[in-house]
Structures are given as structure tokens and as C-alpha cells.
């Protein structure tokens, strides 16, 4: 029988190096898309996805996230002895409920398998989720949901996949193609971040994952890879044959955050989309014709 995915892990334990100085003393993580961090649409996400539990890998630094998701009695006094209503459900509507938030830190930023792995005992023998908070995507339905349709089909591991540049490839995991079925793509390898003439194929890896928890065995070898960094995709290869591994075309557009232009693409993006700021938007678009 499959397992339900209840879980989702959220690695924040980056340095976030490309953003300094903005993120010298406040998490990536934290950075506003509009006027909402982009943790926050990662949480979301999950949430409508249905995922019941969340599963922070923090790292120094990153206690704004821990208090973002938490009450903030005197902000939540002040809105409503001033009738602020509207302002103070959404920051109630922010908390996530007891017991089902964990924070674990990862203590030295060793790379993203080695952030997935320390989540290992608070995710157990279960599949689960992963949501890099960096990779935002604007979709009709949230990623994480058609991912998890996806899984129930196939039981197996579901990585989010989308054709990327060839002069890209050195930026991203690069999956080695096998048969294509719908929105499926059979994953006969993984190649972490190659030169576009080493590059299997464009197929790059976004962050979103469907994890089975056999990946731990391979994460806790904590082989180093690229950049002398424990790779989560070092690990997905590992996986591959041992039990079904999908790649998922997904439906939406992806903004790369943990990029200058793309964090500023996604701000506009955001902001069009919204009733009640694309006007403005656009008109300041068009005076800098
Ligand atoms: P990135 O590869 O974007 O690295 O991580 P980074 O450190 O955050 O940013 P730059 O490249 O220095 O600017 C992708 C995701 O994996 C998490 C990050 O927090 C981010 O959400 N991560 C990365 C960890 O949790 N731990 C790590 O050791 C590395």
C-alpha cells in the first residue's frame, strides 16, 4: 500500500552568498516577493498540498524564520486594540499549529543532501516532501499537489523537472532521459550541475521533491560532490533502479530566487499578477522605456 506523503522538509540552512549583503544577518529565505517572504510561499504551497507536517533545517542565522511562523503577541495586541482586523488574521493565519512545526539546524553548511539528511529522524520511514523555498513557482495548481498526483501513480520517487538553456546546464541537476509518458519522464541518471557539452540532456531538477526515505542510507555516507558539497542529487542517483524514479513536467512558471534577476523577475511578476497593483506597476514599467 502507498504511504501518504504527510511530511515536507524545508532546507534553510544556506549561506545565501549570491544576496549579501542583504543576507549578512537575515535568512535568503526571508526575502519578500511582494510583501511575502519567500519561505512563505513554500509553506503555503505545502499546505495546500496538503502536507501536515513541517520539517525546518535551519542554520545560523535563521531564527527570523522561527519567529515568522510564530505568534507575535504584542504586533497581534497593537492590530486589534487599533481595529487593524484584516492585518491581524494574516498574521494569525501565519502560525503554523503545535506540534506539527519542527526546527533541526544543520550546524555547519555542508550542502543540500547534508541538510535533507538531518531532517532524517523527524521524517522517519516515510516518504516525504522537499521545498526549496528559493525555487518559487507561480502555478494554477501548487507544484507540491501535482507532484503528489503524480506520486500516487507511480509510488515511486518524483523529482520537478523543467527544460532549461544548453548554456545553463553548469547550473542545475541534469537528468539522464528514459521513456516519456504524459508530464512523466523515466530518470535513468542525474548529473549534478555538468558543462553544456557533458549535459545529458536541458532536463535541469527544480526544487521540489518526492522522496522515498531509502535516500537517508545514501545522504548519511555523506560522500562529498560538487564543490566539495554533500549533494542530494549524488544520492537521487543512488536511487535510481532501485525503486521507480520520475521526473515531473510540471505546470506553472518557475522563478530562480536564489538569483538577482530572477528574484526581481518573480517581484514583477508577482505584482502584475495582483488587481490591486499591476496598473501602477506597469506604469512605472513604462516610464523607464
Ligand atoms: P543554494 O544552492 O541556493 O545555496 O541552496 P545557498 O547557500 O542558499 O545560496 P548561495 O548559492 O550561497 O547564494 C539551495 C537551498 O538549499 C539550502 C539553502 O538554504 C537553499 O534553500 N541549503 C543549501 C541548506 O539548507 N544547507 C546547505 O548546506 C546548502
Known amino acids: 500500500m502507498i504511504q501518504r506523503v504527510r511530511k515536507a522538509v524545508f532546507p534553510v540552512g544556506g549561506l545565501g552568498t549570491r544576496f549579501l549583503p542583504a543576507t549578512k544577518s537575515m535568512p535568503k529565505e526571508m526575502l519578500p516577493v511582494v510583501d511575502k517572504p519567500l519561505i512563505q510561499y513554500a ?20 531564527t527570523a524564520i522561527e519567529d515568522h511562523f510564530d505568534h507575535s503577541i504584542e504586533l497581534e495586541n497593537i ?9 491581524a488574521k494574516l498574521l494569525s493565519e501565519l502560525v503554523l499549529e503545535p506540534g506539527q512545526v519542527a526546527y533541526t539546524r544543520q550546524q555547519e553548511p555542508l550542502g543540500l543532501g547534508h541538510a535533507v539528511w ?18 518559487l513557482i507561480q502555478a494554477e495548481t501548487p507544484c507540491l499537489k501535482q507532484m503528489l498526483t503524480a506520486f500516487y501513480q507511480t509510488s515511486g520517487n518524483i523529482i520537478a523537472v523543467m527544460n532549461v538553456p544548453k548554456q545553463h546546464t553548469a547550473r542545475y541537476g541534469i537528468v539522464d532521459m528514459g521513456k516519456e509518458t504524459g508530464s512523466l519522464v523515466e530518470v535513468k541518471g ?7 557539452e557533458k549535459a545529458p540532456s536541458t532536463l535541469s531538477v527544480i526544487g521540489r521533491y518526492i522522496l522515498l ?5 545514501y545522504l548519511g555516507q555523506k560522500e562529498k560532490g560538487r564543490g566539495g558539497e554533500i549533494q542530494l542529487t549524488d ?18 512558471h518557475r522563478f530562480d530566487c536564489g538569483d538577482k534577476a530572477g528574484f526581481i523577475e518573480a517581484n514583477l511578476a508577482f505584482s502584475l499578477s495582483r488587481d490591486d497593483m499591476r496598473d501602477e506597476i506597469f506604469s512605472i514599467i513604462e516610464s523607464y522605456k
Open 79 to 87: 492590530l486589534s486594540s487599533t481595529g487593524r482586523k484584516s492585518e
Open 235 to 252: 544520492s537521487m542517483a543512488k536511487l535510481i533502479g532501485n525503486s521507480p524514479f520520475h521526473g515531473f513536467k510540471f505546470e506553472g
Open 213 to 217: 526515505p531509502e535516500i537517508f542510507e
Open 43 to 62: 509553506v503555503e504551497e505545502a499546505k495546500a498540498a496538503g502536507i501536515e507536517e513541517f520539517i525546518f533545517v535551519t542554520g545560523r542565522g535563521k
Open 118 to 135: 538531518c531532517a532524517r529522524e523527524l521524517v522517519g520511514n516515510e516518504p516525504f516532501a522537499v521545498l526549496l523555498a528559493d525555487d
Open 190 to 196: 542525474l548529473v549534478e550541475k555538468p558543462a553544456p
